[in-house]
């Protein structure tokens, strides 16, 4: 298990990292995600021991590292994948994953398990950022580490590659078994990969959980809205249910919320029809996704939701519609600001 215990980080004067707390499991992927500058990089060069911590300690089996008795980065046996793939250019792809490796056994079979068999004698410069990506995993992975940081692995590639990639990256950090933190700035990798996601403002961590209760129960606004389209209306939370202008729904109340709240919607929470006399409100601007349509409808309350339908369902802003709560499953309510 790794153990982070009250770490903090200060640049001069600057406190980046405040109080970091997180235990994580033998084969646990934690996602770290926040807002650019809110210190995500620090705690991976922190943990690595690249960079002095100004309180707290990090712990890992048999070893302790604490801001007085830093342990040296050697000593870690982290393994960190980067996001411009850190290869050297003048070996090949066996020799770069063979690097002061014992068992070059280990080469062979993380070779082999990411596809980069045919490629043994390829140079860097002729592979694929997908490619360059997998011989960086393999080389971390061929070295036993006790764990692995990686520092949003996928952003340099393209949109189709990062989708089939963070699958194999995940599939072979569970078959290694090792514990991994994960930064990126894809709420959809932070969601759909992570065991748990830890969301981060101003070197706090505001929440730390698995992705269903990230989504579903945020522990503030900020994370509501980090993790993807958030809409709030205001409602009435009494006995577990929410009764709001456009529907009733069960609750989530989030610190205690009761009484008057702000319910949280997010764009699959709700239904849109036009031409009926009922309309309660007016499509501002319209989004084509390909497969489904993004509304931003404002409300005739003053309130703005946004709302995700089929791409079959199109209509033009200024269009009069009708907007209905439809959702069965309880939504977050936070006390009214
Ligand atoms: N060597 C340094 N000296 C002083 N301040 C630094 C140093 N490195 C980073 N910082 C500051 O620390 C804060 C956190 O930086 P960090 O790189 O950890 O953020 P991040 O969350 O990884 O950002 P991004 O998402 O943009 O990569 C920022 O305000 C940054 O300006």
């Known amino acids: 298990m790794l153990k982070v215990s009250d770490l903090s980080v200060n640049y001069g004067a600057t406190r980046v990292v405040d109080k970091l707390n997180l235990a994580l499991g033998d084969d646990e992927i934690l996602m770290l995600v926040g807002p650019t500058g809110c210190g995500k990089t620090t705690i991976l060069q922190a943990l690595a021991g690249l960079i002095p911590v100004s309180e707290g300690s990090i712990q890992l089996g048999a070893w302790t590292s604490t801001a007085d008795k830093p342990l040296a980065p050697e000593k870690r046996n982290v393994g960190m994948v980067f996001q411009d793939f850190a290869l050297f250019p003048h070996l090949t792809v066996e020799q770069n994953v063979s690097f002061r490796l014992k068992n070059t056994s280990l080469a062979d079979h993380w070779l082999s398990l990411l596809g980069m068999d045919k490629f043994r004698d390829t140079k860097p410069a002729r592979l694929s950022g997908g490619q360059k990506q997998r011989v960086a995993l ?156 993004l509304y931003a409808v404002a409300m005739d309350n003053g309130h703005e939701l946004k709302i995700r339908v089929s791409h079959e369902t199109a209509f033009q802003p200024g269009t009069r519609v009708e907007m209905v709560l439809t959702t069965t499953h309880p939504l977050a309510a936070f006390n009214r600001e």
């Open 138 to 293: 393999a080389r971390t992975l061929a070295h036993e580490p006790a764990f692995v940081l990686l520092d949003e692995p996928l952003s340099n590639l393209d949109a189709a590659l990062k989708d089939s990639l963070r699958w194999e990256i995940r599939s072979a950090l569970k078959t290694a078994g090792v514990p991994a933190i994960w930064v990126t700035h894809d709420q959809d990798e932070a969601l759909s990969v992570g065991d748990r996601v830890g969301v981060l403002k101003n070197g706090v961590l505001e929440q730390i959980d698995t992705p269903e209760a990230c989504f579903a129960e945020p522990a503030s606004r900020f994370v509501a809205r980090f993790l993807g389209e958030a809409s709030f209306m205001p409602g009435n939370l009494c006995d577990g249910m929410i009764t709001t202008e456009i529907g009733d729904v069960p609750a989530t109340p989030i610190n205690g919320a009761q009484g008057d709240v702000d319910v949280l919607i997010r764009p699959d929470d709700l239904s849109l029809s036009a031409n009926n006399s009922n309309t309660n409100g007016i499509i501002e601007w319209a989004r084509y996704e390909g497969g489904s349509r």
